[in-house]
């Protein structure tokens, strides 16, 4: 294999090769015995990152493209769904050998796009109703911009800053001005303009504000220049200059207001997580979130092995037997079950539903994927009203 860039094809993913060496080395081993287990084999995590409390389930669509093709079963919770620690949120079945060497690709597929979804909702929910986009994409390989970009837009940032990640969503890209512009033009008021006289109408126009000059005087002389035709600034201030955020926006917005210019929105960007993002809030109307979004932690997803042949069986610390998690439609309690077991109702009087659903039926793709954009409604949906 000779790539241009360190990166894995497709053939290398889907022919098993990305894999760690002892799990050829296992069906190597299968294969001289003759061993033809079937089983049954649960991913999930022990613990979240930093301890949070739950997590936004993303990689599913890739896991399902992996196993295309291959005989094993495959049920999961549907991408952009809330989980919780301990919970399976997808369970593999077939012959061992036939996806033995696959853990480490299928891992990596939901142990990172969950990551980004996760850290993205909790951004969103820090955010609460401003605009939040995906600025992360440079902090991270190009080849899997478009997979952190979707992650972080399934868990809830309202866009994305790379056109081809936008493209793989069907939304338009995001984005304002860079400093490079603003340099190279000479000036932010200068810029702004040739921004505005070659730049599609249908883009808003939003000044960056921090390049030369004090923010205040430059969000003013920028508003002066382009009247109603300026949509909003951004202040992407270094952080040695920084002082206090909070106070230089409640600045900004103090002496745009005073001169009628009280549409014209505030951004952030910056270096932002959620503590910033809460306490910029009130003052902010928009946020460019980037490194703790696409360098979200993993999550710990880990593939473990709970029936073999029919029989429950697992190693030490772990729960045997195949198992269903339940969710109460009414008052949202969760219960994880033995698979099969009655639901029973909720004490609530409510209705249990399970949240797993067939993915790969013998190789075949038989659940709707669904568009981001419907999957990140439902991830919208089930992290309202959750803790950070
Ligand atoms: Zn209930």
Redesign the pocket.
């Known amino acids: 294999m000779k790539h241009r860039f360190h990166i894995a094809s497709d053939e290398d993913i889907k022919g098993g090769r990305v894999t760690d060496v002892y799990f050829a080395r296992t069906l190597e081993i299968l294969k001289v015995k003759g061993i033809e287990k079937r089983v049954r084999a649960e991913f999930f995590a022990k613990k979240l990152p930093v301890n949070y409390g739950w997590g936004v389930l993303a990689g599913i669509e890739e896991v399902a493209r992996l196993m295309e093709g291959k005989p094993v079963n495959i049920r999961s919770f549907r991408e952009g769904e809330v989980f919780y620690p301990w919970e399976p949120v997808a369970e593999i079945e077939g012959r061992y050998a036939d996806f033995c060497v696959f853990e480490t690709a299928l891992l990596g597929l939901i142990c990172q796009s969950t990551g980004v979804a996760t850290k993205s909702a909790r951004i969103r929910l820090a955010a609460g109703d401003r605009t939040v986009a995906s600025f992360g994409a440079r902090r991270m390989h190009p080849a899997i911009a478009p997979m952190i970009e979707r992650a972080a837009f399934i868990g809830g940032c309202d866009g994305v800053a790379v056109i081809a990640s936008a493209e793989l969503l069907e939304v338009d890209p995001m984005g304002t001005m860079p400093h490079a512009l603003i340099l190279v033009m000479g000036d932010t008021v200068e810029a702004t303009r040739a921004f505005d006289e070659v730049i599609d109408r249908d883009v808003k126009r939003v000044a960056l504000i921090d390049t030369f000059n004090d923010e205040k005087f430059e969000a003013l002389r920028v508003a002066g220049a382009m009247k109603e035709r300026l949509y909003g600034v951004r202040l992407d201030t270094p952080a040695s200059r920084r002082g206090d955020f909070y106070r230089i926006f409640e600045e900004v917005r103090w002496e745009l207001d005073l001169r009628g210019f009280k549409d014209v929105k505030l951004f952030a960007s910056g270096g932002l997580d959620e503590d910033e993002v809460i306490r910029l809030k009130p003052i902010v109307d928009a946020f460019g979130v980037g490194t703790c979004i696409s360098n979200a932690p993993v999550v710990d997803f880990a593939m473990d092995i709970m029936e073999i042949d029919g029989e429950a069986v697992a190693k030490r610390g772990k729960w045997s037997g195949a198992k269903d998690v339940i969710k109460?439609?009414?008052?949202?309690?969760r219960k994880i079950i033995p698979l099969g077991a009655a639901t029973g109702?909720?004490?609530?009087?409510?209705?249990?539903t399970s949240l797993f659903h067939p993915l790969v039926t013998e190789g075949r793709i038989v659940a709707d994927l669904g568009e981001p954009k419907k999957i990140r409604e439902r991830a919208l949906q089930a992290i309202k009203g959750l803790a950070l």
Do not use: R
């Open positions: 109460c439609s009414s008052c949202n309690e109702e909720c004490a609530c009087g409510g209705v249990f």
